[in-house]
């Protein structure tokens, strides 16, 4: 396969406008994002919702130094492309949205329950869930890979990790995608770009599921809505220094979104690398790219493509003179294919080693707390897929969320072929 066969999106001229929602609906305008890291790639950028304008960091050198000075690109004044008011701010922040040290006070709390060891005492869990998806699944012979299994696992695993009722899930699932899917009317009624959402403003995504949620996390908290007490969210509410009812509600919100799509479309790529590539089955099943392989498809995948900043002071990023407030979009997704660090980065070698990839912000305070799990499920998912596969091919075209801020492929029929 030439670069061009390797980049998804066919309808990218390399012009295309990369804030713009329309732009990723036939996959990342990667085409796009070469350009500017070759010719402009810190990128004064112009959406086209009516946003303020911003600066798009697009090389993966800038977007370490920027992740690294929190204190010069601060995540205290929102963490999305979206132009929020002071009290729209105070309203919807998490811990996500504070800078060191205040950050550390929250992720402190969390962190054990998302550490390496803590997640590792799950894999018999995610191995015995992820055959009983896959197994179910390939009983079809066709099906859509998305739904039958990308979907399943994370937020079964999300479930039992928060301590929440397994009849809650399909519900949680979707509330979480019309949170995060807030640009695709697939997922929402409320298309934040193409109507007033003003009445939500006060909500996460200015989304009325972001009502649901609050209103579901308030029950968790008054304990009306009872979890698992070995579960993280009665954890937190436990805690001495636990959370406040308000800070509970916001954090509960961005668990059910940042813990559930993310991991869908990366196991979504991977089943949609599979259909393209006939030699990574192959490569899977020789049992050598055990630990480097879910690395590379979280990589390739970059489902959270950005996250944004706000400087504090006026300065300077890859030669571009920034000035104080401006916002300064780090794409993730864009240094996880610069051809400065990756080579051939269009790519998948599932024995890519080293695999600097930032996808998780890694270089930075925020760096993703779900990462071991998110690692874990890919891993696993991969080598169920192997053990039980002899061959999987598309039956159809891939359809790729809308949204310039959460990319995947959102449904792949395909046909299996099982040993
Ligand atoms: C492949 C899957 C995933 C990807 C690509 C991903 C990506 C990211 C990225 C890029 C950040 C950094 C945000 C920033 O710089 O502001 C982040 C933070 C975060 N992620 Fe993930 N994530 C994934 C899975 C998960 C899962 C499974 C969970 C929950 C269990 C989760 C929870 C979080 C939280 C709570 C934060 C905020 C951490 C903080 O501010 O300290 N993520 N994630």
């Known amino acids: ?62 977007i370490l130094e920027a992740n690294g000075k929190p204190e010069i690109f601060s995540s205290a004044k929102g963490i999305r492309i979206e132009d929020q008011t002071h009290e729209e701010y105070m309203a919807r922040r998490t811990f996500q949205e504070t800078d060191p040290p205040d950050h550390r006070v929250t992720r402190k709390l969390v962190n054990p329950a998302f550490s390496r060891p803590a997640i590792s005492q799950y894999e018999t ?56 899917g807030n640009t695709d009317p697939d997922f929402t009624d409320h298309v934040v770009d193409k109507m007033d959402s003003d009445a939500y403003r006060f909500m996460p995504f200015r989304s009325p599921a ?37 800070d509970f509600k916001n954090f509960f919100c961005l668990l059910v979104a940042a813990g559930n799509d993310t991991t869908r479309y990366s196991i979504a790529m991977a089943l949609y690398l599979l259909t393209r590539h006939d030699e990574l089955l192959g490569q899977l099943q020789s049992g050598k790219v055990d630990d480097t392989a879910a690395d590379e498809i979280i990589r390739l995948a970059s489902p959270t493509m950005h996250f944004r900043r706000t400087a504090t002071q006026d300065t300077v990023l890859g030669g571009k003179s920034i000035a104080k407030g401006d916002k300064v979009v780090l794409w993730f997704v864009s240094g996880n294919r610069d051809e400065a660090v990756f080579a ?12 600097p990839n930032v996808a998780f912000g890694q270089g930075g305070p925020h760096f993703c707390l779900g990462m071991w799990l998110a690692r874990l499920e890919v891993k696993v998912v991969l080598q169920v897929l192997a053990d039980r596969l002899a061959g999987i091919e598309a039956v159809g075209p891939p359809r790729w969320t809308r949204s310039n801020f959460i990319c995947g492929v959102k449904s792949l029929p395909v046909q299996v072929h099982v040993k």
């Open 1 to 62: 396969m030439t670069t061009d066969d390797l980049i998804e999106n066919r309808h990218d001229d390399g012009f295309l406008n990369i804030a713009d929602h329309d732009s990723y609906i036939h996959g990342v305008p990667h085409a796009s994002f070469a350009r500017l890291r070759a010719e402009d790639s810190v990128h004064w950028t112009t959406p086209t919702d009516g946003m303020r304008s911003f600066w798009s960091v697009t090389r993966q050198a800038d």
């Open 125 to 180: 869990m995610i191995r015995q869930l992820a055959g009983d998806i896959v197994d179910a699944a390939v009983a079809h012979g066709s099906f859509d890979a998305v739904d039958a299994i990308a979907k399943q696992l994370p937020m079964m695993m999300l479930g039992r990790i928060l301590g929440l009722p397994n009849s809650d899930l399909d519900w949680l699932v979707e509330k979480g995608d019309a949170l995060i």
């Open 210 to 246: 972001g009502a649901d949620l609050y209103d579901y996390a308030e029950g968790v908290f008054a304990g009306s809505k009872p979890v698992d007490p070995k579960g993280v969210l009665h954890r937190v509410i436990d805690a001495e220094k636990g959370l406040a009812l308000a």
């Open 344 to 355: 051939d980065p269009h790519r998948p070698r599932l024995d890519r080693n080293p695999n």
